[in-house]
């Protein structure tokens, strides 16, 4: 499997995707166009979080790094070992959270296409298809973790990448960054068309000054962080 054929639009229909696992959408290509221009190969120490079919991390591993792909739901873990064994690429899967799953290990790349979509309510969904969408009412809830926890886990020389919704405040996830320790910038920007899932939530996002009123098309970012000297006090 070579990149070219993971970030194309066809990838995804050689995928094995049980019930409940988030099919690669446009966010998911986006990163995987970031993760492209990043210097990977046999050595590298990548870790993904939250790798749902695991086409992310299999790019990764069809470059030669050694990949670590983590997952709070079980049937992404299964999914994504079903798609490296087809493809006969070496993955470590690890079931949970990322920050638990991950302690005291380093990697030279950490990629997340993490929960970022506002939803009602605190609490994040415990199962189902939910669980790889919805993020508290500001949309922020596991960006923000990411965005504390990352800097101890990337190598001197290690990078970041991360892709999310303009609703959730680019500047904000940059900031926090800073403020842990990494130099982060937005490296791309791109316009799609609204989902099935934003269109369900429209009277809710006007209500939250979320969204215009006639809003239909929703920007990602993608977000490329290291380390640097002098972080917030």
Known sequence: M????????????GLVVLPGVYRPQADSWFLAEALARERIGPGTKMLEIGTGTGVLALLG??????????????????????????RQLPLRLVHGDFAAGTAGRSFDLIIA?????????????SHGAERAWDAGPDGRTVIDRICADAATRLRPDGILLMVHSALCGAKTTIDRLHCAGLAAEVTATRRVPWGPVLRSRRTWLERQGLVAEDEEW???????ARHEDNPCV
């Open 2 to 13: 070579t990149s070219t054929a993971l970030t194309s639009g066809t990838s995804a229909t």
């Open 61 to 86: 591993a069809s470059r030669g790094a050694e990949v670590t792909a983590v997952d709070v739901s079980w049937a992404a873990v299964i999914t994504a070992r079903l798609n490296a064994l087809r």
């Open 113 to 125: 296409n993490p929960p970022y979509v506002p939803a009602p309510g605190t609490a994040l969904p």
């Open 218 to 224: 929703e920007k990602l970012v993608t977000i490329r």
